[in-house]
Every structure is written in C-alpha cells, then in structure tokens.
DNA sequence: CTGATCCTTCGGCCGGCGCCGAGGCGTCCA
DNA sequence: TGGACGCCTCGGCGCCGGCCGAAGGATCAG
C-alpha cells in the first residue's frame, strides 16, 4: 500500500538500522564487518543486505571475494539524519550517539563543518563577537569581517546568504553554514588543518590542525 | 538498541503510515476518520495511535466525546518527507501521489508556496524571462524586478538569499523560493488570492485567485 | 434514564519475519 | 590442487505484533 511503510519497514529491524547508520559517515564495508556492526550473524546480516540491496538503499560493489556495500545515494543519508533527528528530540531521555564516533568529531555538512568542531567554531566566533547568530539568520560584525579577512578566509560572491546558523544533530547545537561557514571550511582544509577522509563526509584534524584552532579560535580538540 | 529502528519501525506499518500520511497536512483528526484513512477497524486504530502517542510522534487533544491527534511537530512532518522523498527516487516505478491532495494542489513550504501552484508560477515566470532558475541558485532579471514591483510583491530586505529553486517533492520538480518567492506567497495572501487553511499548509485558491492567476500568470488552476 | 456515538481495553488467533545451522559456490594463496 | 576465507541460499524454529470480536467507560441528545 504505502511507499512510506516499506522503506520505513527496513529502517525499522534493529539490525538493519544498525548496518545503516555504521554506513552513514558514506564508507564501504564488507559484509563481515556490517554483520559484526549489526550484532547478527552473517548469514542473517545476508538477507538483510539483500533486502537494503533490492529496495535500493544500499549499492554493492564486488572485489575479489569481498562485497563492499554503501549508502545507495545521499538521499538515504539525509532521511536517515531526519529520523535520527527525531529520534533525539522524541526519546524521552537524550540518548548517547552511537554512530561512527569519527563523524561526530568533524564531518561536513554540504560545504561547512559541522560536528564538535563546527559547534565549537560557532561558539568561538560568537563569543569574540565576530558574528552574531539568530534562529532566523545571522550576521558578521566588523570585527568579523577583519577576523575573516586575516585568517584568510574570504566568503565567495553571490546572493547566497553570508551566515546562517545550521542546526547539528549530532551535537543538538548550531553550527555555522552560508558563505562565511564554507569559507572556513575551505581555509582549514587549504592551510592542512583538516583533512578529508576518503569517500567519507568525516574530516580529520591534523596535528597542525591542533595547534592552530587552539591558538586562533582557543579551541582544544580533545575529543 | 537503536534509536533509528524503535521510530522507523512505528512508520514501517502500513496502518500506522497511513495515519501519519493522512495528517502530513498538519490538520487534527478524530480517531474515526483515521480509522477509514488507515483502512482498518478502530480498535486496531486505538492501538496503533497509542503507541504513536506514547512515541511523541502525535498529539492528543481530548473535546468531548472525540479526540483529535495531529502531528506532534513538524520535525515529524520533515521526517515524513524525507522517507517519501526517498521513496518516490527509489520506487522502480513512480507512484502516483498518496497524501491529502488539498496539500499536493497548493502548500507553503515554509514562507513560500510550493505544490502544483507553486511549480506552475515558477514555471509561468520563468518562461516570461523574469527570473533564472539553475540547480545552485537563481536570479530575478530587470523585467523580472519590474514585473514584482508592478505586481505588489517587493522582496524583503536582508542578507538571505533572493531566489532560488527548491525541490517540491509532490511534483518532483522546482519551485520558487528565497526573498523573492516570500514576497509573491505574501502578496497573494494580501491580495485575497489564496487562503490559509486553519492548522494547516495546505492554501486555497479564492475565485478572486483563479481569475488573477490567470490574468496575471496565465496559470488555469483547473486541479 | 435510555439509547447512540466515540473510543478504549482485553483476549485469542495467525501470519510474517528475524534468527541460526548446514551446505554450496566463488576467490585467493601456497 | 587443497585448504582457508567470504559470502550466499535453504530450511525450520520461535516469537513478535497486527488483526478483529466482545465488552466496558465517557459523553451527548432526547
């Protein structure tokens, strides 16, 4: 009947959500380490491939004897994160995160950083008063814009909004996105603070990387 | 276990997705109407809206012998969206559209409109040569700003975007959002076009409105 | 008070699905 | 070429959960 019902039928085995969400930061991994990830054998963690497979939510890629199984499309990401979204705000008590701890780190959110440390930028910007966040928009001050400027980052034209908070549902806090919030992302990755992990949204810090959110934003990344 | 799996298996029912369907609109209905909407008895329906409840997922409100439920908040709606989304790219076959079809003829989406109206005036305007719409962005052109400005609809001030396309996903193609699409959504609310429909998204069009279409857009709402 | 309507709870039936053991196929390596 | 490994399919078990009939509180009209 729905078309609602039977994706949602999917999402809704223990396992298969489990296989799902260790998938979600966009790696590949091998049967195995799905069923491993799933709590189930592997025989079972089969048939629940299979299923993610022919619904496609999953897409698989053959190598020598392994099969390396990934989120079909970003789409399947994105309505994972809105479930998880209110899986938050609905539990009665916050619960843990129990994804991939990398993406909770630091991931990008489309162009911006979004994880602990994207919150912690925000926080760190908002605090020196170089921008000024709403729930409907924000801001740079003039200090911001110098800030911006000696730091390097340099927001791209465009009638694109300059600065916005993003709501992260890892941390349940804002982050920064628009123009300003890519900006910084691409400095970061530009001056080797940050580095991209392959075929994942995660990003990693670099001991550089360390040193300098510490002395620039005063952020400590011991997470 | 999963956080993902207690809430998707709630939506992986097809009694229970069609009750959430049924509400998407955001309008409250009484258990009996949700009974017809999920095509099962109401005691079956008594259970199955227990648990949404219990879920956070709806919300009840008690007046007189009756008890409407609604969505709990539009968190749940957005989740609904995104599974649908998912669903109608995934589906091998495009299915026909399911939900409440007041919503699929004319909704806001947030400040704008969207729906077969909202895609129908992006169109109207686009081919008018008014405003370019590319998948990153868009751009109102001079006779573009001349036509809202003779029409009444003058975007707001502000940093946020003017225009851009967004993705309706009751039709599966781009309508009119940003600055520019707010103030067309607005000046036809003014101008007795179109009218709120009480608790909901859904917008209905006014006599006044199907002339002025027409006339101004020679759009023929004839849904 | 009486009957009608709305909704719920209880109990029992039954189908569907997740689970694993056993077995088979393909791949890689020595 | 034999053995180890990764993965899949098949078959049977067991349980969870959806379904409805029957019965009971709540509310409203007359």
Redesign the pocket.
Known sequence: MSDVSRIAALLG???RANILTALMDGRAL???ELAFAAH???????????KLTDAQLLSVERQ????YYRLFSPLVGQMLESVMALAASASPAPRTWRGPEGLRTARTCYDHLAGRLGVALADSLTEAGHIVLSPDGGETTASGDAFLAEFGAHPADGRRVLCRPCLDWSERRPHLAGRVGAALCHRCLDLGWLQRQRDTRAVAITPAGKRGFAEVFGISCNW
């Open positions: 085995d223990p396992a091998t049967a195995k189930v054998s592997p025989q079972t963690t089969s048939g629940h491939l299979a020598g004897r392994h099969r």
